[in-house]
């Protein structure tokens, strides 16, 4: 079984189904990410695996263990952390208070993953006493990620990560990405940017109108002729 395995999810938002028998898979160490045209059931299908709406059919299993009745903290606790797309910093607190807000399910000592977040992004560790909403969309990017890895989780999943930020910092953003996975940490991603995303990730899905439409090698899709001529701009 996969790391991650939310398979055949069928669900939404009251009496209106989003998803139709969606599976979405990651493996260990693995960046996967899904992709589609707007209104595909993207984020509805990442919210879905966390837990943020309930799924009719389906279930959600991480490292073998069935999650799917188990609320958004409960995943925490058990090694996923959500960065959502928007709101995802707290404006008013410092970078370093954003951190430590991240480790509130953590009862030992924080202060070594803090060094490591700040290792990953200098930039925090320079403005670990300024308020986030001070900080660039790109920067708060990374408190948002930075606050997630606080958690010290095993999966890390983006909701559209380069959403408003300029085309030099999404490419910095997919860099930081990759460095992540390499650490062993395993990543699901929603993004509208689907060239950048594809290039880089293990895995891609795309959804269209909540179902899978395709699934292969993130290499593969985007050598795929239907995939660049419907998704890909041609």
Known sequence: MSFLLAQGMTGGYGSVDILHDCTIAVEKGEIAVIVGPNGAGKSTAMKA???????HTGNVFLDGEDITKLSPQDRVAKGMAFVPQT?????????EQNLEMG???????????????????????????????ELSGGQRQQVAVGRALM?????????????????????ELFDLIIDIARTGLSILMVEQNARQ??????????LVQGRNRF?????????DPEVRKSFLGG
């Open 87 to 95: 709101n995802n910093v707290f404006p008013s607190m410092s970078v």
């Open 197 to 206: 995303a594809l290039n880089i990730a293990d895995k891609g899905y795309v």
């Open 103 to 133: 480790a509130f399910l953590r009862r030992d000592d924080i202060n070594k993953t803090i060094e490591e977040v700040y290792s990953l992004f200098p930039i925090l560790g320079d403005k670990r006493k300024q308020n986030a909403g």
């Open 49 to 55: 695996v966390f837990g943020m709406l309930n799924i």
């Open 151 to 171: 958690t010290q989780p095993k999966l890390l999943m983006l909701d559209e990560p380069t959403a408003g930020v300029s085309p030099i910092v999404m490419d």
């Open 215 to 223: 699934t292969d090698t993130g290499q593969a899709l985007m050598n």
